[in-house]
């Protein structure tokens, strides 16, 4: 199995560039989530979706978009890049949202934007 | 907004000392989770805590959940090398429906 797959691993970017994160997940979960990692910051959700056909906000949205194509995929997209969103990010999915499940991550997309 | 808080942010040992890892939260939790993250890796779930006042392990690791479900411990005992990496503690409320993880402790074993 090769659970959370995230493309890419690496990516630069232009001020003002947009771009697509893609995660798939192939253990037929229901929720996915994506989070964003800061030196010193843990870990902080972006959006996350609890079931296909549903996306919410978390904690920091703003300059993000999501997509839940269906079971399998999650994208987050950049509409207009800024060096602020320098960060690693990651996907992740769980059986479901409510309830206790743990979380199985993707290895992450670390994201550099000048 | 709900808030998960640990502490403390690093810590260095001997290998062979032992090492707690605390997280707090600022509203009651209905379960708490613990994960590892090793240097330039991602996150790896390791276990969840459900009820009040439960203790499990994993070998030289011992997890506690406190009693009013705000609070959690991980304790390693005769740390080694490779338990080297950031543990993160990580939780939902009542309501929750995605984890709130803490800012992580940062452990590094010298031998």
């Known amino acids: 199995n090769a659970g959370v797959t995230q493309t890419p691993k690496f990516q630069v970017l232009k001020t003002g560039q947009s771009m697509t994160l893609q995660c798939a997940q192939d253990m037929n979960h229901n929720s996915m989530y994506w989070y964003r990692q800061d030196p010193g910051m843990g870990l902080r959700l972006i959006y996350y979706?609890?079931?296909?056909?549903?996306?919410d906000k978390g904690e920091v949205p703003n300059g993000y978009n999501v997509s839940r194509l269906n079971k399998r995929e999650f994208s987050l997209r950049l509409e207009s890049a800024a060096p602020s969103q320098t960060s690693v990010y990651f996907c992740?999915?769980?059986?479901?949202?409510?309830?206790?499940?743990?979380?199985?991550f993707g290895s992450g997309t670390r994201l550099t934007v000048v | 907004g709900q808030q998960v808080m640990q502490i403390p942010q690093y810590q260095h040992v001997q290998e062979g000392e032992d090492f707690t890892t605390y997280c707090n939260s600022s509203?009651?939790?209905?379960?708490i989770q613990w994960y590892k993250q090793r240097p330039g890796g991602h996150p790896v779930f390791l276990i969840q805590?459900?009820?009040?006042?439960e203790v499990k392990k994993q070998k030289r690791l011992t997890f506690q959940f406190g009693e009013a479900k705000k609070n959690s411990s991980l304790h390693i005992t005769a740390t080694q090398t490779t338990d080297v990496g950031t543990y993160f503690c990580?939780?939902?409320?009542?309501?929750?429906?995605?984890?709130?993880f803490g800012k992580g402790t940062t452990l590094s074993v010298s031998s």
């Open positions: 979706s609890a079931s296909e056909g549903t996306t």
């Open positions: 992740a999915s769980s059986a479901y949202s409510q309830g206790s499940y743990g979380y199985t």
């Open positions: 990580a939780g939902k409320g009542q309501a929750g429906t995605a984890l709130i």
């Open positions: 509203t009651t939790l209905s379960n």
């Open positions: 805590l459900v009820k009040s006042g």
